[in-house]
């Protein structure tokens, strides 16, 4: 009994999974009726041509779970995509924490890889959303998404707002040598947090596996903004 209490807390922490209802699914309140609608038929026909299900969840707030944690939950819950071929899309955005998120079934990573997932964030997504245009924010990130399976996504790496080129911190403001350095210290982090995640993610599957929760297939998810 004192065990149980001990999990109350992480229990009762735990972000709710909503009811699957379809292609769209906006317990967020961030689309118009009218563009749900026409993003449920859009994503309906794409299934029915492709054979790849990519489903749209928007909710009001996390509740303090973290992003990956819950994305993973919903995906493992709705078994999004074919068991067979792993080939499911969650897109996934919460209102309140100013997050999103993709998870991408395994028997797409060769089309819609992280680094595309990331651009279609940073470059379609993410402009609009800042503009306050959630409509057109959900409807370009779709088409992209649509795009990217189909090997047709060309976004290119300018900043959205149509500038010359990537924008860099401090650029000609210090030493090369410096820059260098820098460069390497990302690497050297992101490399420590890859092998971070990687560990969590064998463990959540071993867990899992013990507990006899059952997967269609591992998924993976570009990082929130």
Do not use: C
């Not at 972000?15 to 449920?40: F, H, Q």
């Amino acid at each position: 009994f004192f065990v149980l209490l001990l999990f109350l807390p992480l229990a009762v922490e735990a972000a709710k999974i909503p009811v699957l209802r379809g292609y769209v699914n906006d317990y967020g309140n961030m689309m118009s009726p009218s563009t749900e609608a026409d993003l449920a038929a859009k994503l309906k026909n794409f299934e029915e041509t492709d054979s790849t299900q990519l489903v749209v969840l928007t909710v009001p707030s996390l509740e303090g779970e973290p992003l990956e944690d819950y994305s993973i939950r919903v995906a493992e819950a709705w078994k999004i995509g074919q068991k067979a071929k792993d080939n499911g899309i969650l897109f996934l955005v919460s209102r309140e924490d100013r997050k999103m998120r993709i998870e991408v079934g395994r028997g797409l990573e060769g089309k819609l890889t992280d680094l595309t997932a990331g651009r279609i964030i940073d470059l379609v997504v993410k402009p609009k959303f800042k503009a306050e245009d959630y409509d057109g924010g959900f409807t370009a990130g779709v088409s992209a998404l649509i795009d990217a399976t189909r090997g047709e996504f060309t976004a290119d790496r300018r900043t959205p707002s149509g500038g010359q080129g990537p924008y860099v911190p401090f650029a000609g403001e210090m030493p090369s040598w410096l820059a260098f350095l820098m460069l390497m210290g990302f690497f050297a982090f992101f490399a420590a947090v890859a092998r971070s995640r990687a560990r969590h993610d064998q463990l959540r599957r071993k867990d899992l596996r013990r507990r006899g929760f059952r997967r269609s297939g591992p998924w993976r998810g570009y990082p929130p903004y």
